[in-house]
């Protein structure tokens, strides 16, 4: 019943998450063949046929160059519906005197905003990927294929570091806020020792989508996939909620 | 259910250096209804939060049912046979009383959807708009409804009628006696509407700055429980196992005494005394005369009986 409420309270982002990439995507797929006849849009898909696999991939670039962060805009507004975003409304009392343990709640709520996370990225990728495929007759985008599960994987840590930030804000607003902070403050430090000292540090845990856009180039010559970021990415991804749960145990209300 | 219903012995919390409960003993046997009275900030919230798990207590322990409510699962347990109200009835505003009705029975497997529909008639409750359209009045209801209709040995309700009509406050005390005190669940209930404890409790204990001013059978207060008025230019000390408490008022003395008043007043009188009057107490004026502040006010009888009380001024 939890996790229905759960839904109930992230379905409004998350069908938003969904239209605004699946719309992107459709749009960057539709768009080589787009023409004005007489004042209106029309669907042209010539040039898809005259030289469909370097056009897909173009399609698939600006996709990619767009979406890639879906998986971590999904993490921070989904993840805000946490159960540490109850504190500061008063709800929480209701919620921690149902006979659920608050390590249940919290692993029940992580579950549903993965479960959307990965729908919000396969969806929009997966569609323009059959619909290239249909317009291009060729099927041959590995690459898309992999994308949207790369998206969900460095967007976990992020999830995790919304769900331990709304708990120790105790508020959704301060779950987006901190979390958006940390990222920025994260990022900037990163091009502080990239750009004046000349460093190339490996990245924290975004390596798989760096990987993803730095590979789908024709012909494909797939660099070494960056498995350290990899288990970055997936120990934060377990890491960062198991945190947010020790500080949920301990809170009083 | 042969356990005790609620067992607190020694419990305290503070935040810094503010002690909000105290050394609190308590002992509710099943069956009872128990008024926990107090001023704002006396403690009794925290003392409820803290036998549900939602405070930590610095110190001491508390029994539910038997269970812990400081390890996890023996709270899942008590969660499951507790009813809780809390003071700000807060549930999901986009969410209506339909909804939440739906929601909350899938937690507790003795919910009877036929209290439920009878409780939302008689109440009068809006099912189908969402919480926050709801007015104070009717969120407390839907509160309530979920508390009544889940079917709990114990109910633990934080001012339960707080902003409610008398109509409505009355049917709730009617719902409460009918359906659950005439079945011998026990209810645990802090409220400043002292007419509604004296309807429907059976023991108060009266909580000042997190200590336990007074516990009694309400039965005891009414039958027992004199106030005795004396005056004279220096007053003796009285000391005596049934004096509750005792303030000063210029010439005047104001003694609460639990029990044998006469016996009292004749002691007063041996040590020259004028005793102007010994009258019965309600339990608001108990109350009023154990918490005002503006009286020195002696420890009272805190531990079920009334303690010696050696001196005051």
Redesign the interface.
């Known amino acids: 019943?939890y996790a229905?409420?759960c839904w109930?309270?992230s379905r409004a982002r998350f069908i938003f998450l969904l239209i605004m990439f699946t719309v992107t995507a459709l749009l960057f797929t539709l768009q080589p063949g787009l023409e004005i006849r007489n004042g209106w849009w029309y669907f042209d898909r010539s040039e898809y046929l005259h030289n469909p696999l370097p056009t897909a991939h173009v399609v698939f670039s600006m996709i990619l160059s767009v979406l890639w962060c879906s998986g971590f805009l999904s993490a921070v507004f989904l993840g805000a519906t946490a159960s540490g975003s109850e504190i500061e409304?008063?709800?929480i009392?209701?919620l921690?005197?149902?006979?659920?343990?608050?390590?249940s709640v919290t692993w029940t709520h992580w579950g549903v905003c993965v479960a959307e996370m990965v729908i919000v990225a396969v969806v929009p990728i997966y569609l323009a990927a059959v619909l290239l495929g249909a317009l291009t007759r060729h099927w041959d985008f590995p690459f898309l294929f992999f994308a949207p599960w790369m998206m969900v994987i460095v967007g976990l840590p992020v999830l995790g570091l919304t769900t331990l930030m709304t708990a120790m804000r105790r508020s959704a607003s301060g779950g987006l806020i901190y979390t958006s902070g940390v990222v920025v403050v994260y990022a900037f430090l990163r091009q502080i020792v990239i750009v004046p000292l000349h460093l190339n540090p490996p990245t924290l845990f975004a390596g798989p989508l760096v990987w993803l856009v730095s590979n789908n180039q024709l012909p494909y010559q797939p660099s070494a996939f960056p498995w350290g970021s990899l288990w970055r990415a997936v120990f934060l991804a377990a890491a960062l909620p198991l945190v947010a749960q020790y500080v949920l145990?301990r809170a009083?209300? | 259910m042969s356990e005790v219903a609620i067992f607190i012995e020694g419990l305290s919390k503070s935040y810094g250096a503010h002690a909000a409960v105290s050394e609190l003993r308590l002992k509710i046997q099943p069956g009872a209804v128990y008024g926990f009275l107090g001023r704002n900030g006396a403690g009794k919230t925290t003392t409820m939060?803290m036998l549900?798990?939602?405070?930590?207590p610095t110190e001491g322990s508390a029994r539910v049912l038997g269970l812990d409510p400081t390890k996890?699962?023996e709270l899942?347990?008590i969660?499951?046979r507790v009813g809780?109200v809390?003071q700000?009835k807060?549930?999901?505003g986009?969410?209506t009383p339909a909804e939440l009705v739906?929601?909350?029975k899938?937690?507790?497997p003795r919910w009877s959807d036929g209290a439920a529909a009878e409780l939302a008639k008689r109440l009068e409750i809006p099912m189908n708009m969402a919480f926050k359209k709801l007015s104070i009045g009717n969120q407390s209801k839907v509160a309530l409804l979920l508390a009544l209709a889940q079917g709990a040995e114990v109910l633990v309700l934080d001012e339960p009628t707080a902003g409610l009509d008398p109509v409505m406050v009355d049917e709730i005390l009617r719902t409460l006696i009918e359906d659950h005190i005439s079945q011998g669940r026990t209810i645990f209930v802090s409220s400043h509407h002292l007419g509604e404890v004296e309807q429907i409790c059976d023991w108060v204990g009266i909580l000042e700055e997190g200590r336990l001013l007074l516990e009694s059978r309400l039965e005891e207060i009414r039958q027992d429980f004199r106030l005795v008025i004396a005056s004279g230019e220096s007053l003796p000390v009285a000391k005596s196992t049934d004096l509750v408490s005792a303030t000063t008022d210029g010439r005047f003395r104001r003694y609460v005494v639990a029990r044998e008043a006469e016996r009292f007043a004749a002691e007063l009188r041996g040590q020259g005394a004028t005793i102007l009057e010994i009258s019965p107490l309600g339990l608001r004026e108990l109350f009023l005369h154990l918490v005002r502040k503006e009286d020195p006010c002696t420890p009272g009888n805190a531990g079920a009986k009334a303690v010696p009380v050696s001196s005051f001024s």
Do not use: I, S
Not at chain 1, 96 to 103: G, I, L, S
Not at chain 2, 52 to 56: I, T
């Open positions: 019943m229905w409420k109930r309270e409304p008063g709800t009392e209701y921690w005197t149902r006979p659920r343990t608050r390590t145990k009083e209300v | 939060r549900l798990g939602l405070v930590r996890e699962p899942v347990q969660l499951e809780f809390p700000r807060q549930l999901y986009w969410a739906r929601m909350n899938a937690y507790f």
